[in-house]
């Protein structure tokens, strides 16, 4: 069967918007949809994407043909000059689909931190090698016994005045790095964070670089002890590594200077402001905050076109089974999570731009704005993590057993985010920290001082009672994320100095607050996640776009009020009566937009190379497509499995007659 499924194409044209409208939205206008499509068109004529899907490799064989397409990627990079950021990524998303590159540290990690934190002789030196690929480098900061809490990292660079050089030792088995990124394998260089000795004095964690392998034959390094960790939960393509370090040596100028310096006879000082160094974290949370918007959006594309496919169910008059998507229980599993895929794509966005204009004014020596950016990427990279993955787990239920099977295309995109719960900071960590600023605001707010805009809900009078009526009403919606918000910070605020009082140190009253400071953190969060696509309706839009991404967010808004009511009914604020209205809003709700499901997940305009998944097809054709893929399993090599030959025909031949039928 070719064309598209009938079901699907009806879908489609019974939208109410079209989707390119929306596309435009999402990727930020026309002009660059169009370039973003071309880069991928691109992709899409290069042959050498073309080969066995990874899930049918052997471990040693997705490596490898992910370093040989790695490598092929560079090349193109330059051939087609794709410039930083989204351009490298929209070639890669169609190049090498959910396939974890090898290098990937190199250009997210390794060259931020030395352009970051570097001199300028150092990124003259280091930045320049590294632009040029002539090293390959990584960021080697977690260690087997310590991940987010950098502070007690075991690592040490103990500096010897005597050759102007660092020693780096691994003084614990605890003390080994673990989990980095391209280090067991493919990296030939990393930065290195240890614990600095100088004087006698520990002066606690620093960069370093460090040359892990050899530029002529790749061997370790004399002192460095490589390797890979081992299969993990996903990343088949990616060497996460370990590295022991004994004695090694290294030039002075190897520390990494920007912000701190030890002279040639050990003398150390720090320059500027310590948290400067956050900036790389918050960079790479960006990434991962906006990362976590397109897989969820990815996961939605499939369960939803998967959906409007499959029938199941008692027939009709005419012998025609419903569609699944037309159950309001299906609806109820697949819409509140493409609403909530949209949200976190416009928080992603949001956050991106606030880095880039943050990120200058610091550059220009106004740090004023660190503070909350360091929270704001916290906050969202822990929210939208967590989301993402229990939201990925339900969509990949909504499609029966078909969405057990790696032609779903949900495996990858599970095992692949699921991991951003703990790297670059573990969630529970994360939302502490939001926490901490968070009651850094609400003490300045009882002094009368005026707060960051994003907090400055922390000085303002609230409402008593929750205004939220049949209609869509998104001042009530955003005022009543913010109450919650409100009285979760001043609660966890209240608790902490009522232990503090009673004679408890401020880290036992912390601990023993902790899990109202998780909650606080993880309201006030969602309250920006609210109000950031409330904002959004504001744009310049068509009326048919607005229609019915005002429903998407009102939806958004609803379904978490919904499905945390003990949070907001708690104090009073929404009444038993009042929640029920809006759970019947939120049934109205999912009817109004059933009809326009598929044009929104079309509107992300994801393309099937870069879906990667049966299911999710554009097209539809479901069942002869799994059919084929199930072809290239190499279990299907020979009709008769080895194993018949070595197990099963001895024992048939023991117990069966000759015949060859029954």
């Known amino acids: 069967m070719s064309g598209v499924n009938p079901d699907l194409q009806k879908e489609r044209e019974k939208a109410t918007f079209q989707p390119l409208h929306l596309t435009n939205i999402l990727y930020g206008g026309a002009q660059l949809v169009r370039r973003r499509r071309a880069i991928e068109n691109l992709a899409l004529n290069d042959k050498e994407a073309e080969g066995t899907p990874t899930v049918f490799l052997s471990r040693t064989e997705a490596y490898s043909e992910a370093v040989r397409k790695a490598i092929h990627f560079l090349k193109k990079q330059k051939e087609h000059d794709l410039g930083d950021g989204p351009e490298i990524l929209y070639y890669k998303e169609m190049f090498a689909a959910h396939e974890n590159s090898p290098i990937g540290l190199h250009g997210v990690m390794f060259l931020p931190t030395i352009l970051g934190q570097g001199t300028t002789e150092q990124i003259e030196k280091w930045g320049t090698m590294a632009k040029n690929y002539e090293i390959l480098g990584t960021y080697a900061q977690t260690e087997m016994g310590h991940g987010t809490f950098l502070r007690q990292l075991e690592t040490t660079a103990t500096y010897d005045p005597s050759t102007e050089e660092f020693i780096l030792n691994s003084p614990t088995v605890t003390s080994t790095k673990w989990w980095p990124g391209n280090l067991g394998k493919t990296t030939n260089c990393a930065v290195v964070l240890a614990q600095l000795h100088a004087r006698g004095e520990c002066h606690g964690v620093h960069p370093f670089i ?10 370790s390094m004399p002192g460095v002890t490589l390797g890979d960790i081992g299969p993990k939960f996903g990343y088949a393509t990616n060497d996460n590594g370990f590295m022991r370090l004994n004695n090694v040596r290294i030039p002075r100028d190897q520390m990494l200077m920007r912000y701190a310096q030890v002279s040639k006879d050990g003398v150390y000082t720090r320059k500027g402001h310590s948290k400067l160094t956050y900036l790389t974290m918050v960079f790479v949370r960006a990434i991962i905050t906006f990362d976590c918007a397109r897989t969820l959006a990815e996961g939605c594309t499939i369960a939803i076109r998967y959906s409007a496919i499959r029938r199941q169910g008692e027939p009709d008059k005419c012998g025609v089974e419903p569609q699944v998507l037309d159950y309001q229980t299906q609806q109820y599993k697949l819409l509140p999570n493409l609403a909530t895929s949209m949200a976190l794509w416009f928080a992603g966005m949001f956050m ?13 020596g106004n740090i004023d704005e660190l503070p909350q950016l360091h929270a704001l990427s916290a906050g969202l990279k822990a929210y939208s993590s967590w989301l993402t ?33 703990t790297y670059e900071g573990e969630n529970t960590v994360m939302m502490l920290q939001v926490a901490r600023y968070l009651m850094k605001c609400y003490g300045k707010a009882q002094t009368g001082a005026t707060l960051p805009k994003m907090v400055e809900y922390l000085t303002e009078k609230h409402f008593n009672m929750c205004t939220i009526s049949d209609g869509a009403n998104f001042n009530s919606i955003v005022n009543t994320y913010q109450h919650r918000a409100f009285r979760l910070v001043q609660e966890a605020a209240q608790r902490m100095a009522s232990l503090m009082a009673s004679g408890k140190s401020q880290e036992e009253a912390w601990n023993m607050t902790s899990v109202a400071l998780v909650k606080a953190a993880y309201a006030h969060t969602e309250y920006f996640v609210v109000k950031t696509f409330v904002e959004v309706l504001d744009r310049e839009m068509s009326p048919e776009i607005h229609e019915v991404l005002a429903q998407v967010c009102e939806l958004y808004g609803l379904h978490g009020i919904v499905e ?6 708690v104090d009073g604020f929404i009444g038993r009566e009042q929640m029920q209205q809006i759970e019947r809003r939120q049934m109205v709700l999912l009817a109004l937009i059933r009809p326009n499901a598929v044009a929104l997940v079309d509107s992300f305009d994801f393309h099937d190379r870069a879906l990667d998944s049966v299911l999710g097809r554009y097209d539809g054709q479901v069942y002869e497509n799994l059919y084929k ?12 499995h080895e194993s018949y030959y070595k197990y099963l025909r001895p024992m048939f031949k023991s117990k069966s007659t000759s015949s060859s039928k029954l």
């Not at 460090?210 to 061997?219: I, M, N």
Request: with cysteine; glycine share 6%; hydrophobic share 30%.
């Open 352 to 364: 991106r731009d606030t880095y880039l204009k943050i990120s200058s004014q610091i550059n220009e």
């Open 564 to 569: 945390q009511s003990g949070s907001f009914l």
């Open 210 to 219: 460090l040359q892990t392998r050899s530029l002529e034959d790749h061997k």
């Open 389 to 421: 993955s229990s939201c990925l787990e339900e969509c990949r239920m909504a499609c029966g057993g078909h969405g057990y099977s790696h032609a779903s295309g949900f495996i990858k995109l599970y095992v692949d985010i699921t991991p951003a719960c």
């Open 629 to 640: 893929w199930a072809q290239q399993s190499t279990l299907n090599k020979t009709d008769v």
